[in-house]
């Protein structure tokens, strides 16, 4: 085995943590962000929503099951979120260098440096997260023996962009066609859908839709700020004007609340994790969920017949938003969560439910 390189953690308020390289040996800059579930790093890493950002884990141990292998089902990845690693960088306290899963296809480390990903472990991740929970999420570049590179802010671009596909692609051949706006699409949301007799018709993130044929309309989570994505929030509030059931989910959430005139902020250092309380409003049943983003929308903002849905009970943000009389709701969390919790999975049969009810 090699040996590892110098490698440090700089912030932009000039904390510096010192570690090893594990990953690719190059130097990256993102934002800084933390996660504290204790399992799931695959899906975690090509999750589309953490486009452009350093991911740390709180979880002392990573790398220790590997990395399973490519297997597709429905032509996904059965393994993964997306098709490729998104995050710009992962910081660690200890990396396992040996792994062992019935599944393992390779090392973390090598996935990593095959994809050109850095990555530092020996880094005290508790007092690191412990500052970016003072400061809130700041920029930050992980520095590979002393190979500076600039500043970067993903929040400046349109990241949803990046990350969306090309082309209209269909899986499936149910009976009930969806109509799946991808903003940076989590693979286990097509898995989800398609367990319910669907046909999930995935479009571009600014594809115009409004002459298409479609049963119901879900918006998929994504990256970045949802004040960049106009052309999706045109489209987006044309189809609220009509009455088949519409469900959003994460960015998708927030793209529903900005439509129907409330507006969005940025959190102070997000929700990462698997470990999410809400409760649901109207009846007062509490829910474990699995979380990722950094913007929230405004419900004492919301205009019209539309009012919250779920509320985080931590910190008492907004996790959902409803329409008091048409079928249209959205989620700031994930209910298609893999590796879990799966408590809010009924969701999606609650959007058939109401595809059923409206045809």
């Not at 003072?134 to 349109?158: F, R, S, T």
């Not at 004040?227 to 044309?238: F, K, M, N, V």
Request: contains cysteine; proline residues 4%; negative net charge.
């Amino acid at each position: 085995m090699a040996k590892a390189r110098n490698a440090r953690l700089i912030l932009e308020n000039g904390k510096e943590f010192s570690g090893r390289s594990f990953g690719f040996p190059g130097s990256v800059a993102g934002e800084v962000v933390f996660n504290t579930a204790m399992t799931g790093y695959p899906e975690s890493l090509t999750d589309p929503s953490y486009k452009g950002q350093i991911l740390v884990s709180t979880f002392p141990l990573i790398g220790n099951y590997g990395v399973p292998n490519r297997e597709t089902e429905n032509g996904l990845l059965k393994f993964f979120e997306s098709d490729r690693i998104h995050i710009s960088g992962l910081v660690i306290s200890d990396y396992s260098f040996e792994h062992s899963h019935w599944n393992a296809e390779q090392s973390l480390g090598k996935w990593l440096t095959d994809n050109k990903v850095p990555a530092i472990f020996g880094v005290d991740t508790r007092a690191l997260t412990k500052i970016l929970r003072e400061y809130g999420c700041m920029l930050g570049k992980i520095v590979i023996d002393d190979q500076d590179v600039e500043w970067y802010d993903p929040n400046a671009e349109n990241l949803v962009d990046q990350v969306s596909i090309k082309e209209k692609t269909i899986y499936g051949n149910g009976k009930h066609r969806i109509m799946l706006v991808d903003c940076g699409v989590k693979f286990n949301i097509v898995r989800s859908l398609l367990k319910y007799d669907t046909t999930i018709v995935r479009v571009p993130w600014n594809y115009d839709y409004s002459n298409e044929t479609y049963d119901g309309l879900f918006i998929s989570n994504g990256p970045g700020d949802p004040a960049i994505c106009q052309s999706a929030i045109h489209q987006l509030g044309q189809a609220m004007t009509k009455e088949q059931p519409i469900f959003g989910i994460c960015l998708g959430s927030q793209l529903l609340g900005i439509a129907s005139g409330a507006e969005t902020y940025k959190l102070k250092y997000g929700h990462r994790s698997h470990n999410q309380p809400v409760i649901q409003h109207g009846t007062n049943r509490c829910f474990v969920t699995s979380q990722n983003h950094g913007f929230a929308v405004d419900d004492h903002k919301l205009k019209g017949d539309y009012e919250p849905y779920f509320t985080n009970l931590n910190d008492q943000t907004c996790e959902g938003i409803r329409h008091k009389s048409k079928p249209i709701f959205a989620t700031q969390f994930h209910p298609e969560a893999s590796g879990g919790p799966t408590d809010t999975a009924f969701l999606f049969e609650q959007f058939i439910d109401m595809i059923k009810k409206t045809k």
